[in-house]
């Protein structure tokens, strides 16, 4: 059983704005079933961080994905800010100013049109700030998600990863979810808001990345069966979405066997 660590969460479900998550969706072209590969391991190949009382789970989320991207496609072996990313969500989503949390739709808006900060300009305060260091800006344009795209069941999110796309996406969440091995999500809507991200699997389990440190789960880390992730997504509280630095996502090759460890 995973420690339990009291942390903040802040996905804002409330406030998503459909209209564009669905409405601004690009189609992503994926391999075959039978052509993706055994598994995708990105374990102890990305750093993990911890968001502590912060409701930054949307910017840790949307860094993480970034990293993946970058680092496990691209080789470039850089860390994001989540700060930078959490901010600049709430900066779409007008929340900015206040740690009130913010949503997967701001995020991508966000991821856009200002991009992602490498984390050296702007590391995490451990603390909520709003200021955003000015030498962010110009750095973040290097670094964008061009596109985005709903994923419907568990078998969308394994296709979506296997072709190279990890999925950004928010739950409701409760103590019931704070384990290394979720088998089945019966979480209510009495659970807080959280933002996630599934990024690689193996056999019938995704491996989820969480903002809590490497204390909770297993080093930071979940397993989720796929049974569970269809739950998830059949919830009316939940956002799954593929996202990619491309603006048209054609099947790629995972590269974490020589990715560089980070942090």
């Known amino acids: 059983m995973t420690e339990s660590i009291e942390r903040a969460k802040g996905w804002r479900n409330d406030l998503e704005d459909q209209t564009f998550l669905y409405g601004a969706a690009v189609k992503f072209s994926y391999l075959k079933a039978a052509e993706l590969p055994e598994k995708v391991d990105p374990r102890g190949k990305i750093e993990v961080k911890d968001q502590g ?25 850089i860390s994001f800010s989540p700060m930078f990313s959490y901010l600049t969500g709430q900066k779409a989503d007008n ?61 969308e999110c394994r296709l979506a990863i296997g072709s190279g796309y ?44 969480n903002s809590w440190s490497d204390r ?11 049974r569970a992730v269809d739950s998830m997504i059949r919830s009316r509280y939940s956002e799954f979405f593929a996202v990619s630095e491309i603006e048209q996502p054609e099947p790629r090759s995972w590269k974490y066997d020589t990715m560089q460890i980070l942090g």
């Open 53 to 77: 009382q912060v409701g930054a789970c949307s910017g840790f989320s949307r860094s993480y994905c970034m990293e993946a991207l970058s680092n496990g496609i691209g080789g470039q072996g």
């Open 166 to 209: 990890p999925i950004y996406l928010g739950i409701l969440w409760d103590q019931s979810m704070d384990k290394p091995v979720l088998d089945t999500y019966r979480v209510q809507n009495n659970g807080g808001g959280h933002a996630i991200c599934l990024l690689g699997y193996e056999g019938d389990y995704f491996y989820m990345l």
């Open 95 to 155: 929340l900015l100013g206040s740690d009130t949390g913010a949503t997967i739709s701001g995020g991508i808006k966000a991821s856009r049109q200002y991009g992602n900060c490498p984390d050296h300009l702007f590391p995490f305060p451990g603390r909520y700030v709003s200021t955003i260091p000015e030498a962010c800006w110009e750095a973040a344009e290097q670094h964008q998600l061009l596109a985005h795209t709903p994923v419907n069941s568990a078998e």
């Open 216 to 226: 909770w789960g297993n080093r930071g880390w979940a397993k989720w069966h796929a």
